[in-house]
T-cell receptor, first 110, second 113 residues
Framework: DAKTTQPTSMDCAEGRAANLPCNHS???????VYWYRQIHSQGPQYIIH???NNETNEMASLIITEDRKSSTLILPHATLRDTAVYYC???????????FGQGTRLTINP | SQTIHQWPATLVQPVGSPLSLECTVE??????LYWYRQAAGRGLQLLFY??????ISSEVPQNLSASRPQDRQFILSSKKLLLSDSGFYLC????????????FGPGTRLTVL
């Protein structure tokens, strides 16, 4: 059972910031928010995860609302290679099983 | 650094034939191992996961089975393939204490005819 809701698809212009939303209104206190992406015909790639503080790494930033019921993944300067399906997943750190929903199909346009 | 290998990359098999897909991980010890399947245009479905040698948990009843004969080897098998077994099969690993970060292999695209 997916615990998250994401838009089916989004478009973004190359060079602009891509902001991907995710709703997780039933998140528990010990659950993290994980983001993965899957480029066509490849395996999923881990991007970032967080508990309640905003996180940033070399790939993206993760903004989690104060009530933790939603989050946004930000790709600051999208490139054509960022075209992929992006999955938002909620689960405990150390949990054995990740449940992948349908994700958001992000298309970066030149 | 850790790497994960899957083979073959593509496979075409007739209905009723057996299947054996292999996954190996290098550069880590006692990983959690996972098999996922992705049907065409669909999301990822967890099939099996393993927290140690000989320990297999099945998530979905089906005609597939998994085995873990060695610490870093995970095998997906079937005695008789069905048309519905076609899909993109992905192996992944994680460390138990950081289970949310899973690292995926390149996948095997299986077509059953």
């Amino acid at each position: 059972d997916a615990k998250t809701t994401q838009p089916t698809s989004m478009d973004c212009a190359e060079g602009r910031a891509a902001n991907l939303p995710c709703n997780h209104s039933t998140i528990s206190g010990n659950e993290y928010v994980y983001w993965y992406r899957q480029i066509h015909s490849q395996g999923p790639q881990y991007i970032i995860h967080g508990l309640k503080n905003n996180e940033t790494n070399e790939m993206a930033s993760l903004i989690i609302t104060e009530d933790r019921k939603s989050s946004t993944l930000i790709l600051p300067h999208a490139t054509l290679r960022d075209t992929a399906v992006y999955y938002c997943i909620v689960d405990r750190q150390g949990a054995q099983k990740l449940v992948f929903g349908q994700g958001t199909r992000l298309t970066i346009n030149p | 650094s850790q790497t994960i290998h899957q083979w073959p990359a593509t496979l075409v098999q007739p209905v009723g034939s057996p299947l054996s897909l292999e996954c190996t991980v290098e550069g880590t010890s006692n990983p959690n191992l996972y098999w996922y399947r992705q049907a065409a245009g669909r999301g990822l479905q967890l099939l099996f996961y393993s927290v140690g040698i000989g320990q297999i948990s099945s998530e979905v009843p089906q005609n597939l089975s998994a085995s873990r004969p060695q610490d870093r080897q995970f095998i997906l098998s079937s005695k008789k393939l069905l048309l519905s077994d076609s899909g993109f099969y992905l192996c992944a690993w994680s460390l138990g204490r950081e289970g949310g970060e899973q690292f995926f292999g390149p996948g095997t695209r299986l077509t059953v005819l």
